[in-house]
């Protein structure tokens, strides 16, 4: 279980305000404490922090509503990893810096990839994949892109966005962003090279260098008091689609020896294929109940090489088969 917490400012004030949402109805809609945000270092664990998304969510009841956040994008309503972003020279740069503060105010993580004529942003759910709320998942993608017209000033439109979710696109959202939105597996923003170098207007080495050596001590602070549990998970939704998923991969991704890992792993009550299985399970059942991919695909996502052993797994876990939990997941109320 994930013991971490992520940072809920005072940034949320303004934000609500900003976006006319009534804060105290959010928090009752999400079972959360109604003096919550008065706090100036209140924090939340990442369950709470999906009921509160939720909640805006119910309270919000519109399907713009990630255009709305976005046009309430300033440094002094969003977090620290925000204003950084802001600070850089360019789109590559700032992508580069939220990749590496994001864990400190969401349990997400960020896969930046420059290739010869694009970059693309990649969202990884940190914890175990349930459902999200689909405005987070489409304000998560749609910020990138508000980061990038602040800070160029122009309208700047990716090339591709592709979801997971496809609950929350809409003829709005894309729109905005000036792309067609597409399913598939994985939650990415894909820009134009030459665009993601273009100047950032908004560019100050002189804030930066004052502000990120408090960010690193936050994010040392983070990375101390994270459980390899979590680490562990966090590696292997990425090496999974590519068969990396062996303890020996892992344990050199993490920086340790494989005995040190196995230790560390078994110190918090598990052992290393309980978190590969519990990894593949968790993925199983998102792909399945969130997505239209095939079986094959999907199992190829996991790491199988066969589908055949995919579909043993899942009957082991779950007692039914993909089929079945597909069907029953598409009578089921997501969450909201």
């Given at each position: 279980?994930?013991?971490?917490?992520?940072?809920?400012?005072t940034t949320?004030?303004?934000?609500?305000k900003?976006l006319?949402?009534?804060?105290?109805?959010?928090l009752r809609?999400a079972?959360l404490?109604d003096?919550?945000?008065?706090?100036?270092?209140?924090r939340?664990?990442?369950?709470d922090?999906y009921?509160?998304?939720?909640g805006?969510?119910?309270e919000?009841?519109?399907?713009?509503?990630p255009?709305r956040i976005c046009g309430?994008?300033?440094?002094?309503?969003?977090?620290p990893?925000?204003?950084?972003?802001l600070?850089?020279?360019n789109l590559?740069?700032?992508?580069?810096?939220i990749?590496?503060f994001?864990p400190?105010?969401?349990?997400?993580?960020?896969?930046?990839?420059e290739h010869?004529?694009?970059?693309?942003?990649?969202?990884?759910?940190?914890d175990d994949?349930v459902?999200?709320p689909?405005?987070l998942?489409?304000m998560?993608?749609?910020?990138s892109?508000?980061?990038?017209?602040?800070g160029?000033?122009e309208?700047?439109?990716?090339?591709e966005?592709m979801?997971?979710?496809?609950?929350?696109?809409?003829?709005?959202?894309?729109?905005y962003?000036g792309?067609?939105i597409t399913?598939?597996?994985?939650n990415?923003v894909?820009?134009?090279?030459?665009?993601?170098?273009k100047?950032f207007?908004?560019?100050?080495?002189g804030?930066?260098?004052?502000?990120?050596?408090?960010?690193?001590?936050?994010l040392?602070d983070?990375e101390?008091?994270?459980s390899?549990?979590c680490?562990?998970k966090?590696?292997?939704l990425e090496?999974l689609?590519?068969?990396?998923?062996s303890?020996?991969t892992v344990?050199?991704?993490?920086?340790?020896?494989?005995?040190?890992l196995?230790r560390?792993?078994?110190a918090?009550?598990f052992s290393y294929?309980?978190?590969?299985m519990?990894?593949?399970r968790?993925?199983?059942?998102h792909y399945?109940?969130n997505t239209?991919?095939p079986?094959?695909e999907i199992?190829?996502?996991l790491?199988?090489?066969?589908?055949?052993s995919?579909?043993?797994?899942?009957?082991?876990?779950t007692?039914?088969?993909?089929?079945q939990?597909?069907a029953r997941?598409?009578?089921?109320?997501?969450?909201?």
């Open positions: 279980m994930d013991a971490h917490t992520y940072s809920l400012d949320w004030r303004v934000l609500f900003d006319g949402i009534d804060a105290a109805n959010v809609r079972g404490p003096d919550l945000l008065q706090s100036s270092n209140a939340l664990p990442v369950t922090y009921r509160l998304w939720g805006i969510e119910a919000a009841q519109d399907p713009g509503l255009i309430a994008a300033r440094s002094e309503t969003f977090s990893p925000f204003f950084a972003a600070c850089s020279p590559l740069v700032a992508g580069q810096r990749e590496k994001k400190l105010v969401a349990p997400i993580k960020l896969d930046v990839v010869e004529k694009t970059v693309s942003v990649e969202f990884v759910w940190l994949p459902p999200k689909a405005t998942v489409m998560e993608l749609m910020i892109v508000a980061v990038a017209r602040i160029t000033r309208r700047i439109a990716p090339v966005v979801t997971t979710n496809p609950i929350g696109a809409n003829a709005q959202c894309e729109e962003l792309t067609k399913c598939g597996p994985t990415k894909t820009f134009r090279k030459e665009d993601a170098l100047p207007l908004t560019s100050n080495a804030l930066w260098e004052a502000f990120e050596p408090g960010l690193r001590q936050r040392n983070l101390a008091n994270t390899t549990v680490r562990v966090a590696v292997l090496g689609p590519s068969g990396r998923t303890i020996d344990a050199s991704r993490l920086a340790m020896s494989k005995r040190t196995q560390r792993i078994e918090e009550g294929q309980d978190v590969l519990q990894t593949r968790s993925l199983a059942q399945l109940g239209s991919l079986v094959p199992a190829f996502l790491g199988y090489e066969e589908p055949n995919f579909y043993r797994a899942f009957r082991a876990w007692g039914t088969t993909p089929e939990f597909t997941a598409a009578n089921t109320v997501r969450y909201a």
